[in-house]
């Protein structure tokens, strides 16, 4: 008898956030005006069921077909190079959602939303 876990879109897209949050030139993430709708709508679900919501704002999960894809949004420091942010971003989400959930993300869309400088 074989046992098969499901981890709901939810969970992986806060393990994301929490890689995402991490890597060198992300100040925050920042969810679109999608991002936010699928925020809301995802709090109202788990709260519904009696869950406190996981913070995933600007991180969208999407398995199409057996395949894994995840969006960040996030604001990235002007201090560093936006593509720069955006593959270590990849690296960073790539890795601790493997080494957290044994899955295997297939893809990682950045959207650097804004770039944030510093304060003179």
Known sequence: MSVEYVIADPVIASVAA???????????????????VTAW???ARQRWKGLDPAPADGVRVRTVDGRLSVQVDLVASGADQAAT????????VSRYVASQTGLVVDEVSVSIMDIETAAR
């Open 85 to 92: 942010v955006g593959r270590s971003v990849q690296r960073a």
């Open 41 to 43: 709508t995802r709090a």
């Open 18 to 36: 929490r890689a995402a949050v991490t890597a060198p030139g992300v100040v925050r993430l920042e969810p679109g005006l999608r991002g936010l």
